[in-house]
């Protein structure tokens, strides 16, 4: 197992804790330990103020020229593209006045596009065509993940072997917060632009996954009947800013996480060729794939580091080990104690139980606080056997947890 260094883990905690000490002044009881609440019930079908509403299906076949596949969906996701990318820009001139930070955007993102892997280029491009959005801001929104999240995911086998996979996303950390309405300002710009798309290839469907439209990678997908897949961000110095730095100075060994992502979910054929793929590839950026397969036992998360696969920890019923589950914290360490929605997640979890695990006591795991907080952007639920997703956009009401 690779380790990092002390003297790397504390320093990245004190950076967080810096940040979280300025961002954030302590005025309520939703901010003092232990940031949660009994585990919910009976949340499903979603309803009441944590449901904000159902996610739109839209086709993209994969037939099409790449510069037209997502012309539809944008057409009729321009304006919130657009009001999103807007306050993108406004909280950029926040902090460089001169606007000359998005000029750069301008100028030097586009240069980015040139040296992406197809189709993903002449996807943005078009994507940049059809909602007049410039072309740079396109990449800027497709880089994002690699630096500007934090998820839960889970995968369980219930007792008679079906796997179940659930995700929150979690996704606008430090971008933004709106002091008067509690909220992240791109968080919740992002929410209109949630959607589910079935990925199809002679009219018959590859993958579907829950997405931003605009976003060309993939955060959360299934393959109907073969596996399902979730990526969820691991904090490291040694992180996204490092490889998207050196892919602009020419050093492009590694893969965008949410391209191979995408590539694993139109291409490979079993869960055992998925898990190959998402533990030796080399990355861009340190991160957690969680992957659920369609026989028993087949569920595990993948730590990767950007060159290799750190640790990979299995779903194992004979060791009572049912479900695995990942926030944004190797398995193995202690979270940091300011952001800990791992140990709720997994009280709900097993408080339950194997045989009472479904969709449906899932999605109430994953709407209990912490777990549910003021970055989720939606609630995706798959089960592979019947090759579902389902998607839901969420809300946090206070008292809530920022994060």
């Known amino acids: 197992m690779q380790r990092e260094t002390v003297w790397e883990t504390s320093k990245m905690g004190y ?70 990318i807007q306050a993108i820009k406004d909280l950029a001139d926040a902090f460089v006045p001169s ?40 990449v800027l ?37 709106d002091v008067k309405n509690k909220s992240w300002i791109i968080s919740e710009k992002l929410k209109p632009l949630v959607v589910n798309i079935d990925f199809k290839r002679n009219n018959q469907t590859v993958f579907k996954s829950t997405n931003f439209a605009g976003y060309v990678g993939m955060l959360t997908g299934i393959k109907p009947h073969v596996f399902t897949l979730t990526m969820n961000e691991r904090f490291s110095l040694d992180g996204g800013y490092i490889g998207i730095l050196e892919w602009i100075l020419g050093k492009r060994e590694g893969m965008w996480m949410s391209f191979l992502t995408r590539s694993v979910l139109e291409n490979a054929t079993s869960y ?92 109430d795991v994953l709407s209990t606080k912490p777990v549910l907080n003021k970055l989720t952007t939606y609630t995706t639920l798959m089960q592979v056997s019947e090759g579902k997703l389902e998607s839901y956009i969420r809300d946090c009401p206070n008292p809530c947890m920022p994060w």
């Open 99 to 138: 606007g000359k930070l998005i000029e750069l955007v301008d100028i030097s993102l586009p240069l980015i596009a040139d040296t992406l892997p197809y189709p993903f280029r002449e996807e943005m491009q078009g994507i940049a065509a059809a909602s007049g959005v410039p072309l740079g801001e396109v």
């Open 15 to 84: 950076f967080v804790l810096v940040i979280l000490a300025v961002s954030f002044t302590v005025t309520s009881s939703q901010f003092i330990p232990p940031y949660t609440e009994d585990c919910r019930t009976d949340m499903y079908p979603p309803n009441g103020p944590t449901f904000k509403g159902s996610v739109s299906w839209y086709t993209v076949d994969l037939d099409v020229a790449p510069s037209k596949r997502w012309t539809a969906l944008i057409t009729d996701k321009k304006t919130d593209l657009v009001n999103m």
């Open 141 to 177: 929104f497709n880089i994002f993940y690699e630096v500007f999240t934090v998820c839960t995911s889970v995968v369980a086998e219930d007792a008679k072997g079906n796997l179940l996979h659930g995700r929150n996303l979690d996704f606008g950390l430090f971008l933004g917060w």
């Open 272 to 363: 055992e060729e998925a898990k190959h793929r998402l533990a030796q590839t080399k990355l861009l950026a340190p991160a957690y794939f969680i992957l659920g397969g369609n026989q028993t036992g087949q569920g595990c998360i993948i730590t990767r580091s950007r060159l290799l696969s750190i640790n990979i920890l299995e779903i194992d019923v004979k060791l009572n080990r049912w479900y695995v589950l990942e926030t944004n914290y190797d398995h193995w360490k202690e979270p940091l104690f300011l952001d800990d929605r791992r140990t709720p997640a997994m009280k709900c979890m097993n408080q339950t139980t194997q045989t009472n695990i479904s969709l449906n006591t899932l999605y």
